[in-house]
Structure formats: C-alpha cells, structure tokens
C-alpha cells in the first residue's frame, strides 16, 4: 500500500509530465512555424515520450489501487526568439523534471517504500539520458547550427527520429 504523501507525489508526477508533453509540443510547433520540419518531428516525438511517461503514472498508481487525479496543466509559456532557445529550456527542463523524480525517490526512500524506489528506477535512469540528450542538441547546434548549411544537415538529422514506446513494463 502506497502512503498518501507518496500517491500525492506520484499525481503530481502524472501533471508534469503531461506538462513537459505540452512544452515539447509548443517547442515542435515554434520549429514547424520557422520551416524546420527535422526539429518538429524530433519535438513532437519527445512530446509522445513525455505523455507516455504519464499514462506510466498512471497505471503505476492504479496497479497500486490509487484512483488518478488529472488537474489542468498549465499553459506553456517559454518565448521562443532564436533556433537555439528551445534546446537549451529543454536542457533545463529536463534537469527540473530530475529533481522532480529525485524527490519522489527521497519520499520513497524515507518511507521504505521498495515498490516505488523499484518502479522510479527506471525514470532515475531515462532521466540521465534524456538530460545528455538535451545537452547533445544544445551542443551539436553550437557547433553546426550557425549557418545554413550545417542547419540543414542538422534539421535532417532531427527528422529522422522515429517513435518508440518506453521499454518500462509494469
Ligand atoms: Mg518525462
């Protein structure tokens, strides 16, 4: 059985990951607005990962015989002003969404709660991945993104990312 404070981190969890799906949606969107199409559907694919993260959740919480409670999410609200600005709030939001995961597990841990470290297991380690992820696009793009050239090899790059659904099964 799952504490309250534990099942209250874990709702928590399903808004913000359904809100890092939003941001990445709204980043996919800025990029299909400026006509780079790689970097729309490399964003686009992050927003189904995020949105698959929450209906993990989700089915974490109700194997556990939790109800799911969904609140609004809040409106993405990152200005966009230069290729760059995206992969770099990205970078950072993902080091955000790790102290997130790594507060649950801190809860978690406190309270003995195995099944939940065991299950956070997997999101300690997608986060140290997605987190150099993020910080590859970020460099990648200093190195070859300013001119046109290195952009339209880079933008290709992005557009061939394909979907996957996570490797975690409950
Ligand atoms: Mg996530």
Same mark, same amino acid.
């Given at each position: 059985?799952?504490?309250?404070?534990?099942?209250?981190?874990?709702?928590?969890?399903?808004?913000?990951?359904?809100?890092?799906?939003?941001?990445?949606?709204?980043?996919?969107?800025?990029? #299909? +607005?400026?006509?780079?199409?790689?970097?729309?559907? @490399?964003?686009?694919?992050?927003?189904? /990962? &995020?949105? *698959?993260? %929450?209906?993990?959740?989700?089915?974490?919480?109700?194997?556990?015989?939790?109800?799911?409670?969904?609140?609004?999410?809040?409106?993405?609200?990152?200005?966009?002003?230069?290729?760059?600005?995206?992969?770099?709030?990205?970078?950072?939001?993902?080091?955000?969404?790790?102290?997130?995961?790594?507060?649950?597990?801190?809860?978690?841990?406190?309270? #003995? +709660?195995?099944?939940?470290?065991?299950?956070?297991? @997997?999101?300690?380690?997608?986060?140290? /991945? &997605?987190? *150099?992820? %993020?910080?590859?696009?970020?460099?990648?793009?200093?190195?070859?993104?300013?001119?046109?050239?290195?952009?339209?090899?880079?933008?290709?790059?992005?557009?061939?990312?394909?979907?996957?659904?996570?490797?975690?099964?409950?």
């Amino acid at each position: 059985m799952l504490s309250k404070k534990i099942v209250d981190l874990l709702n928590a969890q399903v808004n913000a990951e359904f809100y890092s799906a939003y941001l990445y949606l709204d980043m996919a969107n800025y990029y #299909k +607005d400026e006509g780079l199409d790689g970097y729309f559907n @490399w964003y686009k694919i992050q927003a189904q /990962e &995020e949105r *698959d993260h %929450a209906l993990l959740f989700m089915d974490y919480l109700q194997q556990n015989g939790e109800s799911v409670v969904l609140e609004a999410i809040k409106k993405p609200d990152k200005e966009f002003k230069a290729f760059i600005d995206p992969l770099k709030a990205g970078a950072e939001h993902e080091r955000l969404v790790t102290g997130l995961i790594h507060d649950i597990y801190a809860v978690a841990y406190e309270e #003995k +709660d195995f099944r939940t470290m065991q299950f956070l297991d @997997w999101f300690v380690k997608e986060q140290a /991945e &997605e987190e *150099d992820t %993020a910080d590859d696009n970020v460099k990648k793009f200093e190195l070859f993104g300013s001119d046109s050239k290195g952009l339209y090899s880079l933008d290709a790059e992005m557009a061939a990312r394909t979907y996957s659904t996570p490797s975690l099964t409950l």
